[in-house]
C-alpha cells in the first residue's frame, strides 16, 4: 500500500516539461512584452523582470496569501553569493520599478492569441463578444481616492472606498477577456467603451446592456467597423419612429440624436436608424421590452434568433463573480496602495483569469463539451495545486503542468444549465444591518 502512495505521489508532483504558464504564456512573449516597454533591464536584480510578471499574476491566483508568502511558495526570489535572500521590502521597490506597462503589453499579446483560438464557435458566421462593466474597490487614501475617486449616491453621500471602473470587451461563448479599459470611475461605463472601439473584430457581434444605448457610441462603432454589429436593448423612454415593418414585432426604426451628443461629437447625424426587434410577451417594469441591433437582413438573421441570442448576454456578468468571488474570495478591497500598483495589479488579476479561462477552453475542447459547461472552481483549484506542488517540486522554476490534469477531464463538467422558470427580474438591495459611513 505504501508503494503504491509512493508512486501516486511521485506521478502527482513530477512535472512534465512545460508548465501551464510557460505552455499559454512563453517565456518569449514576457521578453517581448519587456522590451516593447524598456523594462528588459530589470531582469538583473534579485528579482528578474520576467518572476515578477508571474509574481503579479500569481497575486491574482493567490488572493488569500500574503504577498511575500506568494514569493516563497513559488520559491521566485533569488539569492546572492552568500545566500542571502531578497527582503521582503525589496518586493514593494521591485514592482514600482517594474511599472504596469509590461503587463499591460502581454495582456494585449496573449488576449490576441487566445482570443482566436475560440473564434470557430460563432453564430450565423459572426463571432460572438459582450461588453459590460464592474467596479473594484482600493485601499482609502489620499492619492487613491484623489486619483480614482468616490461614487456618489446623492449629494451628501458616496462610497465608502475609491472606486476603478472596469469596461471588458469579452468572447460571449467562452469568457475570454479581450480587451479592458479601466480608470477613475468619475467617468462613465460608455466613456471605457468607446476606448475599445479599436479592438473590434470584423464579421462580429457586440452585444451591450442597456446603459450604452448611446448614439455617439453606436453609430461611431458602426462608423469605424462596418463589418462588425453591435445589440442593445430599448430603454423604457427610448423614443422612435417606425419606418417599415418588417413582421409585427420587428421594425426598421429612426431615432433622434440628442443635442448633448451632438454637441460632444459635431460630427454625429441628426436622426440614426436601426432594427428594432421586440419581446411578445414582456412582464415586469424591469424585462426587456426589445432589442435595438444593425443587423438590417431579417431573411439573414431572423427576428426570434436575435431575442434568444441576446439573453447568452447575461452569461458574461458571471466572470465578474469568477474574478471577485472565486479568484479574489471575495476580498473588499484590492492590495495595492498607489495608483501604479492599482493598476499593475488589476493587470495581473485579468491576465491570472484568462489564464484560468484558456485552460478550460482546452478541457472543453478535449470533452467536446462547451466552456461554460466546465467549472471554472475546479479548473482554478487545479491551476493552484500545480503551483503549490510544482514549486515543492522543482524549487527556483516556474511551476510545471501535472501529468494528470486532464485525465480527469470529467470531474470539470457541469451539468447542462436547467432554463429559467420564472422571467429574470432585478432584486432590491438591502441589508438587516444598519451602516455607518465613516465619511459621515
Not at 197 to 216: G, Q
Not at 331 to 358: D, K, P
Amino acid at each position: 500500500m505504501l508503494e503504491h502512495w509512493l508512486l501516486d505521489t511521485d506521478t502527482f508532483a513530477a512535472p512534465e516539461a512545460l508548465s501551464t504558464f510557460q505552455k499559454h504564456i512563453p517565456l518569449d512573449w514576457i521578453h517581448t512584452a519587456l522590451e516593447q516597454t524598456d523594462k528588459a533591464s530589470v531582469r538583473r536584480r534579485k528579482l528578474p523582470a520576467e518572476l515578477l510578471v508571474w509574481l503579479v499574476i500569481a497575486m491574482g491566483l493567490f488572493r488569500d496569501r500574503p504577498i511575500s508568502d506568494v514569493v516563497d511558495k513559488l520559491d521566485l526570489k533569488l539569492t546572492d553569493k552568500l545566500g542571502d535572500s531578497v527582503a521582503p521590502s525589496a518586493i514593494p521597490q521591485a514592482r514600482q520599478r517594474l511599472t504596469s506597462e509590461p503587463l499591460e503589453a502581454l495582456f494585449n499579446l496573449t488576449a490576441a492569441h487566445w482570443v482566436e483560438e475560440d473564434s470557430k464557435d460563432t453564430w450565423h458566421g459572426l463571432r460572438l463578444f459582450s461588453i459590460d462593466g464592474t467596479q473594484f474597490r482600493t485601499a482609502d487614501t489620499p492619492e487613491l481616492a484623489d486619483h480614482f475617486g468616490y461614487i456618489k449616491h446623492s449629494k451628501t453621500s458616496h462610497t465608502e472606498y475609491p472606486i476603478v471602473r472596469l469596461c471588458a470587451f469579452s468572447s460571449l461563448r467562452s469568457r475570454m477577456i479581450h480587451n479592458v479599459a479601466f480608470g477613475p470611475s468619475r467617468k462613465g461605463e460608455v466613456t471605457y467603451a468607446k476606448q475599445l472601439l479599436t479592438d473590434v473584430p470584423d464579421n462580429s457581434l457586440t452585444l451591450f446592456d442597456r446603459c450604452y444605448l448611446s448614439a455617439e457610441l453606436l453609430v461611431n462603432w458602426q462608423r469605424q467597423h462596418p463589418y462588425s454589429h453591435w445589440m442593445v436593448p430599448i430603454k423604457g423612454n427610448t423614443k422612435y419612429t417606425i419606418l417599415k415593418s418588417l413582421s409585427k414585432r420587428d421594425h426598421l426604426v429612426e431615432m433622434q440624436v440628442s443635442p448633448q451628443a451632438r454637441k460632444l461629437d459635431p460630427s454625429l447625424p441628426e436622426l440614426w436608424q436601426a432594427r428594432l426587434v421586440l419581446y411578445p410577451n414582456p412582464t415586469g417594469p424591469n424585462h426587456i421590452k426589445g432589442v435595438l441591433c444593425s443587423l438590417i437582413d431579417a431573411q439573414q438573421y431572423p427576428a426570434q434568433d436575435l431575442l434568444d441570442v441576446y439573453f447568452e448576454r447575461w452569461e458574461i456578468e458571471s466572470s465578474y463573480g469568477e474574478i471577485k468571488h472565486k479568484m479574489l474570495e471575495d476580498t473588499v478591497l484590492l492590495r495595492s496602495q498607489s495608483i501604479q500598483g492599482v493598476t499593475q495589479e488589476l493587470w495581473g488579476i485579468l491576465l491570472a483569469y484568462n489564464l484560468v479561462r484558456v485552460e478550460i477552453s482546452r478541457i472543453a475542447h478535449e470533452a467536446e463539451v462547451s466552456p461554460l459547461r466546465i467549472s471554472f472552481v475546479m479548473a482554478l483549484r487545479d491551476i493552484q495545486d500545480e503551483v503549490m506542488w510544482c514549486a515543492i517540486a522543482s524549487p527556483g522554476s516556474i511551476p510545471k503542468k501535472l501529468r494528470a490534469m486532464r485525465e480527469r477531464v470529467k470531474r470539470y463538467i457541469l451539468p447542462e444549465k436547467r432554463k429559467r422558470p420564472k422571467s429574470r427580474t432585478v432584486r432590491i438591495s438591502k441589508t438587516r444591518y444598519p451602516i455607518r459611513s465613516k465619511h459621515a
